[in-house]
């Protein structure tokens, strides 16, 4: 099942690719969504670890930058969930518009590098991970969020801000979240 949030992002990318205008933060940059959880944010400002593509990536995702926003470590291998913004043209031939893309869950061993789908299929009756590797890809997201919003209470405010609920997110994604002292509250506040 799809999360409300990721049906949102793909209604408001629409939105923006039929209008020919970027989505634009408040700050009039352009804003990215994540893939995780659905929050906005300005990649200049809130700063993700990059992404090293490998041939597979960039022929699979695009060449653009990508962020890592969270990954399961087993070993020599890890499993991470990536996105970043794509250039989209528009139907008219005008200026190409930046765009969050829905992100890929990539395995990762050594140099190499296979895509494994999109990260709301980890939610899938047949996932694409397993649970284990989907509770340790979501608490390492946690850790990593925490971070590049600048701690846990600037985190919160913006769950609270962006209006995030638990009916917009998976119940491992509000399992993982509130384990990281988060809370998700049930409903939004009008």
Same mark, same amino acid.
């Given at each position: 099942?799809?999360?409300?949030?990721?049906?949102?992002?793909?209604?408001?990318?629409?939105?923006?690719?039929?209008?020919?205008?970027?989505?634009?933060?408040?700050?009039?940059?352009?804003?990215?969504?994540?893939?995780?959880?659905?929050?906005?944010?300005?990649?200049?400002?809130?700063?993700?670890?990059?992404?090293?593509?490998?041939?597979?990536?960039?022929?699979?995702?695009?060449?653009?930058?990508?962020?890592?926003?969270?990954?399961?470590?087993?070993?020599?291998?890890s499993?991470?969930?990536?996105?970043?913004m794509?250039?989209?043209?528009?139907?008219? !031939? /005008? =200026?190409?518009?930046?765009?969050?893309?829905?992100? @890929?869950?990539?395995?990762? +061993?050594?140099?190499? %590098?296979?895509?494994?789908?999109?990260?709301?299929?980890?939610?899938?009756?047949?996932?694409?991970?397993?649970?284990?590797?989907?509770?340790?890809?979501?608490?390492?997201?946690?850790?990593?969020?925490?971070?590049?919003? !600048? /701690? =846990?209470?600037?985190?919160?405010?913006?769950?609270? @801000?962006?209006?995030?609920? +638990?009916?917009?997110? %998976?119940?491992?994604?509000?399992?993982?979240?509130?384990?990281?002292?988060?809370?998700?509250?049930a409903?939004?506040?009008?």
């Open positions: 099942m799809k999360s409300i949030a990721r049906k949102a992002l793909r209604c408001a990318a629409l939105a923006c690719l039929l209008s020919g205008v970027p989505a634009l933060a408040d700050s009039g940059t352009v804003a990215m969504t994540d893939p995780l959880f659905g929050l906005s944010f300005d990649p200049a400002a809130v700063r993700f670890p990059t992404w090293q593509d490998s041939q597979v990536t960039r022929r699979e995702l695009g060449s653009s930058r990508k962020w890592v926003f969270g990954c399961a470590q087993s070993g020599d291998a499993t991470c969930v990536i996105a970043g794509r250039s989209v043209q528009s139907d008219g !031939g /005008g =200026k190409a518009v930046s765009e969050p893309d829905f992100g @890929a869950v990539v395995y990762r +061993r050594g140099t190499m %590098q296979q895509v494994l789908g999109t990260p709301d299929r980890m939610f899938d009756a047949k996932p694409i991970v397993s649970e284990r590797v989907r509770k340790a890809l979501l608490a390492d997201a946690v850790a990593r969020y925490t971070r590049a919003f !600048g /701690g =846990k209470e600037k985190l919160q405010a913006e769950i609270t @801000a962006q209006q995030l609920t +638990r009916d917009a997110l %998976q119940a491992a994604a509000v399992e993982a979240l509130e384990a990281g002292g988060l809370s998700v509250p409903e939004s506040t009008p």
